[in-house]
């Protein structure tokens, strides 16, 4: 960690190549030594310091993992321009309130998923438009507002078609009615959506408990338990998959077990299959089989992440004020000058 220009390294420690290959060879992954495997390198990580930020190449720039970024404020955006409160887009400029995609656009507001654009409104996954309000999956429109699935249309209002004329007489009104009810300027309301809170990645980066979702008047999904649909099998070791490592026989018939066969989650108890093409991969990179469901699975990769909140701070070494999503309180942070002299 915190190496630049190196090569042939564990934990920081510099070896030779072939010292290198026959630790990592020692260092064989598995399910009972995983645990320890993981505490180590989290316990190394938290060891070292961490810059604050992990923005390259920006100006005026607020935010984390900002690529070639001016006048932003926002999480993992690339070569984008005066946007605010913006995530996970690229390429798009003079916008505000928007969330993934972007690509080569511009004033778009409160929209999701959206790219290729112009001056578009509280939109979902629309592309190649310009002047739409209130639209969610439309491609190459014109002049739309509250219109669904459309393909090629112009001058439309809850998908049905007018002239020009029509549309710019009617469009005001609708605006004007939004306004006066205080639904203009929002985007759709989580009410109206088909998902619940706790299914959607807006849990990940904000958990919320059922109370709290339902007093907002959003939806919470109650995940059904699965009933097992065959028998019950613990995963033995990888090796035990491979025929380079067994016999051809002995390989084949524990595969199939492990394929026909269910897991049960050791964390949630929760049940699973492995794929084929899944079990493939793990065989191919000698990992372990897994054990635990893959949403619990995915569940604690999250907690690995940071939440996208800036936190005032400042720098371990010259204290100086930064911002930062890291806990200074858990991690040793570092202003961009202090961790560059660190690292070159």
């Known amino acids: 960690m915190n190496l630049a220009g190196q090569q042939y390294c564990i934990f920081n420690e510099k070896l ?41 190449n920006c100006d005026n720039s607020i935010g984390d993992y900002l690529v070639d970024c001016k006048n932003v404020l926002g999480f993992e955006v690339f070569g984008c321009e005066n946007v605010k409160y913006v995530g996970s887009s690229k390429m798009a400029k003079d916008s505000m309130d928007m969330n993934g995609f ?3 656009s511009d004033h778009m507001l409160e929209s999701l998923g959206s790219g290729n654009s112009s001056q578009i409104c509280f939109t979902a996954c629309c592309e190649f438009c310009s002047e739409i309000y209130y639209s969610a999956w439309c491609l190459h429109p014109n002049h739309l507002f509250g219109c669904v699935g459309l393909k090629h249309a112009e001058n439309a209002i809850l998908n049905t078609a007018m002239s020009h004329q029509e549309y710019n007489e009617l469009a005001p009104k609708i605006i004007d009615h939004m306004r006066s009810t205080g639904e203009w300027g929002e985007f759709f309301h989580p009410s109206i959506s088909p998902f619940g809170y706790n299914e959607t990645i807006g849990a990940d980066d904000q958990p919320l408990d059922r109370t709290t979702v339902e007093k907002y008047g959003w939806r919470w999904y109650d995940i059904p ?16 998959y491979n025929p380079e490592k067994v016999s051809t026989e002995i390989a084949a018939k524990n595969i199939d077990t492990l394929l026909a066969g269910v897991i049960q989650c050791e964390k949630t108890g929760e049940p699973f299959r492995i794929l084929k093409e ?11 089989i897994p054990r635990k469901h893959p949403q619990a699975r995915y569940n604690e990769r999250i907690t690995f992440m940071n939440r996208k909140q800036l ?24 202003c961009e000058q202090c961790y560059r002299k ?3």
């Open 16 to 56: 030779d190549k072939v010292t290198y290959e026959n630790r990592i060879s020692a260092l064989r992954l598995t399910h009972d030594n995983y645990p320890a495997i993981l505490a180590r390198v989290q316990k190394f990580h938290h060891s070292h310091a961490v810059r604050a930020t992990h923005n390259v």
């Open 102 to 104: 972007g690509y080569y």
């Open 225 to 240: 338990k699965k009933e097992r649909t065959g028998e019950y099998v613990v995963p033995l070791d990888t090796a035990e």
């Open 278 to 288: 899944e079990l493939r991969f793990y065989i191919k990179h000698d990992l372990p």
């Open 311 to 334: 936190r005032d701070a400042t720098c371990a070494e010259c204290h100086a004020s930064i911002q930062t999503t890291y806990d200074p309180a858990v991690r040793r942070v570092l």
């Open 342 to 344: 660190l690292v070159y």
